[in-house]
Nanobody, 126 residues
């Protein structure tokens, strides 16, 4: 069965960094785009970043552009979200999700993603 497992969240000071991991099993990343979403208490789920199923196309929400980066490691079947210069407004539960056959992503429509992880908490506070 397909499973996505997020890890790497925690408490960090403003201006600090975290690297989130999305480890996939039961699917091969070559055939799926991976999106990162986040949801703060009382807020709608929003797209953060995504990486396509081919050619390494990536996209970032305006709120994180220039601070976050996304990458994939085929040997580990894992996608990483590197978060730098973190701000209190980045505090949320972060989810990874997989969409089969997406070559571009960037629209961040949750219903278009086939599989979801359980989320990892990121808290940015002094």
């Amino acid at each position: 069965q397909v499973q996505l497992v997020e890890s790497g969240g925690g408490l960090v000071q403003p201006g600090g960094s975290l690297r989130l991991s999305c480890a996939a099993s039961g699917l091969t990343l070559d055939y799926y785009a991976i999106g990162w979403f986040r949801q703060a208490p009382g807020k709608e789920r929003e797209g953060v970043s995504c990486i396509s199923s081919s050619r390494g196309y990536t996209h970032f929400a305006d709120s994180v552009k220039g601070r976050f980066s996304i990458s994939r490691d085929a040997s580990e079947n894992t996608v990483y979200l590197q978060m730098n210069s973190l701000k209190p407004e980045d505090t949320a539960v972060y989810y990874c999700a997989a969409e089969r056959g997406s070559y571009y992503c960037s629209d961040y429509v949750p219903s278009e993603y086939d599989y979801w992880g359980q989320g990892t908490q990121v808290t940015v506070s002094s």
